[in-house]
């Protein structure tokens, strides 16, 4: 069984930085293609990120977080991290990250291809 938890939300004011950090556990995390997405009150859910897996190279932001935000896997740790940077507060929702077991590239930014998720953490940018 896979399952995943999201860490490291809080709150940061305007222009500041944090990092999310998402462990995953069960078998075969290095196939697994993995995002981040986020969700504001009374909107829908959003892509954020995106890293595949299976030694594909697959890697990219939404164009919102382009040059601000960057993500990364750790095989070894079973855990993929989201650093946010230069934060705004149209940032601010709760984060939530996604593994699927067969994600195509053309469905990567869309949350029904995903099979698992974290339970999500909130993060809000406010002075």
């Known amino acids: 069984q896979v399952q995943l938890v999201e860490s490291g939300g809080g709150m940061v004011p305007p222009g500041g930085s944090l990092g999310l950090s998402c462990k995953v556990t069960g078998s075969a995390f290095n196939t697994y293609t993995l995002a981040w997405f986020r969700q504001a009150p009374g909107k829908e859910r959003e892509f954020v990120a995106v890293v595949a897996g299976s030694g594909r190279s697959d890697r990219y932001v939404a164009d919102s977080v382009k040059g601000r935000f960057t993500m990364s896997r750790d095989n070894r740790k079973n855990t993929v991290d989201l650093q946010m940077n230069s934060l705004r507060a149209d940032d601010t929702a709760v984060y939530y990250c996604?593994?699927?077991?067969?994600?195509?590239?053309?469905?990567?930014?869309?949350?029904?291809?995903?099979?698992?998720w974290g339970p999500g953490t909130q993060v809000t940018v406010s002075s």
């Open positions: 996604a593994a699927g077991r067969r994600v195509i590239s053309s469905s990567q930014r869309r949350p029904s291809a995903y099979d698992y």
